[in-house]
Structures are given as C-alpha cells and as structure tokens.
C-alpha cells in the first residue's frame, strides 16, 4: 500500500479544500438518503401519516369547517386542498425531529464520533448533515403531493417547482430545531419528551390545519401564540409558494429561525463552546 | 548515524477535568514516526479522554496536542487528516456494507468516489477482508467488524493511528490477528500506533509504553525497562499500587 510520508501528506493538505468539502457533502448527503432507503418503513409511515390527515381527518372536516377566501387562494377551497401545506410542513417536521433522534442515537452508539474526527470544520459538518436531512424530507413531500394529487388536490403545475426553494428553506429551519434539540438531549429515552412537548404543540398551535383569523375568533390568546410559532411561517411560505407567490414574512422569520436555530446548534457541538464539551463521555 | 525519529504525535503537559473531577493530570507522551507506543491502564486510567483529545472530541484547555507538528487546537483539519482512529466501542454503521461505510469515511476525508474506490480495494485486501467488501457489518464477526473499523481508519492515508482498547470484546484468536495486523503496519507501512490496552500480553517488550493510572502518567519509555526484571503486570502493579498507596 505505501501510501505513507510526504506524498500522503500533501494529499492530505489537497483535500481540505472546497473539492474536498464537496465530498464530504455528497457523501453525507449520499449515507442519509442509503439509510433512508433501507429503512423503508421510515419512508411508509412518513407517507401514511399526512394521507391519514388527508383522507380521513380533512374529509370529516370537510362538511364542518367552512373557508372563506384565504389568501393565497383566489377562490374558496376544498378543506383537503387547504390543509396540504400544513401536511407537508408536518412531514418536514417529523423528519427534523426524526433526524435529530438518529443524532442522539448515533452519539450514544458512538457512530457520531465519525462524522465529528472529520479535518472539516464542525459548523460545515452539521450543515451538511442538515441539508441531507432536508433532502430526505423533500423526497417526501413530493412523493405526498404525488398522492395528494389523485385526492383532488391540485395546485398549478408551476407551483411544483416554485414549492422547492420553500421547502428547502422550512425543511432547513425544523431541520435546525431538530439538531439544536440533539445537542440537549443526554439520553434516547428522553426523546419521547420531544414528541409531546415540541411536535405537537408545533403542529397544533400553527395555521397547518386551521387559518389563523379562524383561530382569532376562538381565542385571541391562541391566536397570539400561533402568530408566534416559527410552524405557522413555514406552512404560509409553503402554501404561497405552492401557489407561485411569495410571502415575505414567513420568509424572512424561516431565515431568522434557521439562522438562529443552526448557530445554537453549531455552538452546542464545539468542543470549546458548547454543551457537549461540558459532558463526561467514552 | 541517524537522527532522531519525527514525532506522529506529541503531548505536552494536558490536563482535563469533568466539573470537579480530574481526569487527566498534566500528561505528556510522545510517538514517533513508525512506532507502536502502547498506552497501558485499567478502565477508569483517562485514555479515552486522552484518545476524545486528540481527536478534538473534547477541548484541551490546558497543555498542547501535536499530530505530526500541528496542533489539534489550532490547526484542527490538517492534524485530523493525518490520524486514523479506532474508536473502544463500534462505530460502524451496521445496516451498511463494508465499502459503504468506507465510502463514507473517505468523502468525509474529502476523497473523490474513484480514489476511495481504489484506496477500498487495497486497505480491506491489507486487512485480509477482500472477499467481504459487500457484505453489511451486521453479518461480520466481531474479529471481521474490528479489522473493518481498521480499514476504515487507514482509508485517507493516515500517519498515526489511535486504537482505544480494539480487543475488547473479541475471542482470543481475533484478538491475535488485530495484535498482529496493527504490528504488520507499523513493521511495513511506517504507521505510528498509540495502542491503549489493559491487557499486558498485548505489549512486547521493545514496545514504547506509557503506564496511566487515574488520570497520571506513572511511567513512560520501554516495556522491558519499565518492567527491569519483574513481568510487565507485576512492575504495573507496583506502580500503581505504589502511586494509590502515595
């Protein structure tokens, strides 16, 4: 082999560059979609939940919950078009809150620990660990929509592919929650405090299943909490975009929520800084 | 007349601490190039957290960490891209096979999938895995498992290599051919090793050894001079005894 002395060394130095950081991109991005792959009941019980809300929860409400013109429909909708935003959201969620537990898992298994001896800088690390995250859940959604589709939902051509720099981005804000969480997290067992105490308040208190001035009319206090769950914005820049527009704000608080969210997570897993550092492992 | 060997890796005066509790105290080792350096303690000695800072797991706040001239602190990615490291507990991925979790190991070494896929073929030939490169970790054997966790830590070239108790956990003759094929690199390829064991039939007697008991260093040079002419246990034993006794 001899691959050994000055020759390795230089090569070595050759690869920290940005063709090196490339690969190390691909290459986690690559491992996250094989694992995804070979879990194939992550794939059908991510597809069968949303279509559960879809089929059965929006059906039902259906006949009970009338909408006035929302924006950004010119028109009134059908409750299951409506809700199809939010259940893309939800998706992202789940697999940000998904990721993050196979961050906890792979930290207590010790499988983390190469991800994180890599000569690449942390913060590059994480960010491609997140964007293969991101990947993941947008495989996802469209795979959802696909089915959505044959349910009468129908959104305009166009906005099939206006929806994936907006996915991109919310996936990458729940994506950034999610890996905040896993720096947080000492054990697996804890996890289960994720679900009640993030995924579901998230989802509810949000406009995913219900517009927000709907929400007013029950109880302005709901309403003030929903207006300030970073959720609600990345189901309107969904539902927007889904429709070929853009909404500002969701916009920019999605930016601001990720932005916030990655730096406390970058933080938390330097070995200097952050919460890690501050725990007895190995 | 030759010189002094260069040094793989260089430890100077590294402390470390978990809230109140010293786990490191002002430590300091050496190893130099194509070298087997075994680090010898019981569990609980400090070599995983010395092993966490050399691989920038942990900070080290106190003291400094050389991998072949770079400090770990400051130059963390060029001192990480000269280190291959296995780790005491199994990392590999289980669901995957072989070549992928190499695969992914060397693009996080920032190698292209043509120089990994050639880099593959010849680190799992050198651990005597070639006929198993497909094969998903889940159907290894421990031995296998362990000679795979080597490959994978030879996979970018590195120059020292770090193994944290790779033994453990396996029968006596996998044990043998890990001793054995970790002392075929250094012999061939000029890899220095820092070995961290408990076991003393591990460690022979030309070997550099660092003797590490409750975070200190007790004893550092080589194994038949650390033991003068007791066994390498009994000299161990003395030692320690001695230093809990202090």
Known sequence: MSDIGSNSALRAHRRLGWGGRLSAFRGVVWREMLRFAKQRERFVSALVRPLVWLFIFAAGFRSVLGLSITEPYETYVLYEVYVTPGLCAMIQLFNGMQSSLSMVYDRETGAMRTLLVSPFPRWFLLSSKLMAGVAVSIVQVYAFLAVAWFWEVEPPPMGYIMVLPALILSGMMLGAIGLFLSSTIRQLENFAGIMNFVIFPMFFASSALYPLWRMSESSVLLHDICALNPFTYAVELIRFALYGQLNLLALAVVVGVTIAFLGAAIFAYDPSKGLIAKRRGG | ?246
């Open chain 2, 1 to 246: 007349m030759t010189g002094p060997k260069p040094l793989a890796l260089e430890i100077e005066g590294v402390s470390h601490s978990f809230g109140p509790t010293k786990a490191l105290n002002d430590v300091s080792l050496r190893v130099p190039e194509g070298v087997f350096a075994a680090l010898l303690g019981i569990n609980g000695a400090g070599k995983t957290t010395l092993f966490s800072l050399i691989t920038r797991l942990y900070d080290n706040v106190t003291g400094s960490i050389k991998v072949w001239g770079h400090d770990v602190r400051r130059k963390p990615g060029p001192a990480l891209a000269e280190l291959g490291v296995v780790f005491q507990s199994r990392s590999l991925d289980r669901d995957l096979s072989i070549w992928q979790n190499l695969s992914y190991h060397a693009a996080l070494h920032g190698m292209s999938r043509s120089e990994a896929r050639a880099r593959a073929e010849a680190v799992v030939d050198l651990v005597r895995l070639g006929d198993k490169m497909n094969s998903r970790i889940a159907a290894l054997s421990g031995g296998q498992a362990r000679r795979a966790e080597i490959a994978r830590a030879l996979m970018h070239g590195p120059r020292l290599l770090l193994l944290d108790e790779p033994t453990v956990g396996l029968d006596v003759k996998s044990r043998l051919e890990v001793v054995e094929l970790v002392r075929d690199l250094v012999a061939k390829e000029g890899v220095g090793v820092l070995w961290a064991t408990h076991l003393f039939d591990e460690v022979r007697p030309e070997d550099h050894v660092t003797v590490l008991h409750k975070g200190q260093v007790l004893a550092d040079g080589l194994a038949s001079q650390i033991a003068g002419g007791e066994t390498l246990s009994d000299a161990f034993l003395a030692l320690t005894g001695r230093e809990a006794a202090a």
